[in-house]
Structures are given as structure tokens and as C-alpha cells.
């Protein structure tokens, strides 16, 4: 998995993601022109790569050509009511695919760290900041529960055949496990004094970088272009 630097050159501050991830959010509500979506996906991924995420880079240009390469829903109506119920599937997730592609790199290119120092630098409520930080937190472990819940089935050979009994292996240790991450979180914080007001000294030092001005004006700017477009 590859490293990164809160003070990379090409890694923006954490609350310019985050205004990012809130601006790409307005696509969904209301389209954009497809060549102006096609540039922020071009910009978010060049960013992916630069940081060094270059597998995701690639996931994410296949991905989105699969899904601009197909039809509109104008050329959908015209099929079987059943197939284009199936075939409008992909086309509802290209809807969301900008803001999930700025979340994603808000996930893969942040710490818990980084992201608290930003929001007290901007003066931002703990009852914000301290359930994103809490979030950041448990789902990455959850993701390695997962796994290691994958594999021990594995091991005893429980596979998909029946798909009703995997849902049972998998869904019941995957609850108890969430709840014991969510108590550890909880336990974490509390023994760091999370709840003390007195204002605390960061290990994790952010500043803002002309990629912040550079990611959030561009992202901006094509969504006000393609919504005039």
C-alpha cells in the first residue's frame, strides 16, 4: 500500500477534500455536461497517481470508461421494461461515481490524524469533527475484520454454494465485531482525554498548499461550467 505525506505536494489539506467530495455531491442533484465530468474524473485520478495510488488509478479509468461508454436513459426507454430496469443499474451509479471518487481519495490519502489537526484549525465543533474522526477509525478495521472473517471460512470450507447460511456465517460475526470496534474506538478516545477542553497540542501538522486552491477552484469551476454548458 503506498505511503503518503500530509505535506505532499499533490496531496490537498483534508477540509479541501472534504469541500470536494461536497461539491462533486451537487452532480447528482442536478447533471453536469459529460466532457466537464470526464475532467474532474481526469483530475482525481491524476491526483490518485501522483500520490502513488497508481492501481486505483487505473480501477478508477476503467471504471468510469465502462460506465460513460453506455447509453443515456433516453435510449433505455425504448427496451424491454425488465432489461431496462437491469441496464439503468449502471447508469444510477454513474450518477454518484464523482462523489465517490473524491471520497475515496479523501479516504486513501488521509489520517485520522491530519484531519483533526485541519478542522481545529479551522475552528470546526468537536461535535463534527470527533464522528468523522470516530468514522475514519472503524472502517478501516471493519475492512480487516472482513477479511480475516473471509478467510477463517475459507479455512473450514464454507463457500457460496448456499448463499443463505454464507449470509448467516458472514452477517452475525460481522455485527458482534462492529460492536466491539465501536467500544474500543470509544475506550480509545476517552483514555486520550477526548472530552478534556483544554486545547491540545497536535502531533500531525497541516497547512494549506497551492494544490488545496488549485483542487477545490478547478472542481468548482468545471461544475459551474458544465452546469451553464
Not at 66 to 85: A, H
Not at 94 to 103: D, G, Q, S
Not at 193 to 201: D, L, V, Y
Request: aromatic share 12%; hydrophobic share 50%.
Amino acid at each position: 500500500m503506498p505511503t503518503f505525506s500530509s505535506s505532499a505536494p499533490f496531496n490537498p489539506n483534508p477540509i479541501s477534500k472534504i469541500l470536494a467530495v461536497f461539491l462533486t455531491g451537487l452532480t447528482v442533484v442536478h447533471s453536469i455536461n459529460i466532457r466537464f465530468e470526464l475532467a474532474i474524473v481526469c483530475l482525481i485520478g491524476i491526483l490518485f497517481y501522483l500520490n502513488g495510488y497508481k492501481k486505483t488509478f487505473f480501477k478508477w479509468i476503467i471504471l468510469c470508461g465502462i460506465l460513460y461508454s453506455l447509453p443515456n436513459f433516453m435510449i433505455f426507454s425504448t427496451l424491454n421494461p425488465i432489461l431496462k430496469m437491469f441496464l439503468s443499474i449502471p447508469i444510477v451509479f454513474r450518477m454518484f461515481l464523482l462523489p465517490f471518487m473524491a471520497a475515496s481519495f479523501l479516504v486513501k490519502t488521509s489520517d485520522v490524524g491530519t484531519i483533526i489537526s485541519s478542522m481545529d484549525k479551522i475552528k470546526i465543533s468537536k461535535n463534527l469533527s470527533i464522528p468523522i474522526a470516530v468514522m475514519f477509525r472503524f472502517f478501516p478495521s471493519f475492512k480487516e475484520e472482513k477479511k480475516n472473517i473471509k478467510m477463517a471460512m475459507r479455512v473450514r470450507g464454507i463457500n457460496f454454494k448456499n448463499p443463505i447460511r454464507y449470509l448467516e456465517y458472514v452477517s452475525v460475526p460481522l455485527l458482534i465485531i462492529s460492536s466491539n470496534i465501536a467500544d474500543d474506538i470509544s475506550k480509545a478516545a476517552e483514555t486520550k482525554a477526548i472530552e478534556n477542553p483544554i486545547a491540545k497540542t497536535r502531533y500531525t501538522r497541516v497547512k494549506v498548499q497551492l494544490i488545496d486552491f488549485v483542487y477545490v477552484l478547478v472542481i468548482a469551476g468545471l461544475i459551474v461550467g458544465g452546469l451553464i454548458w
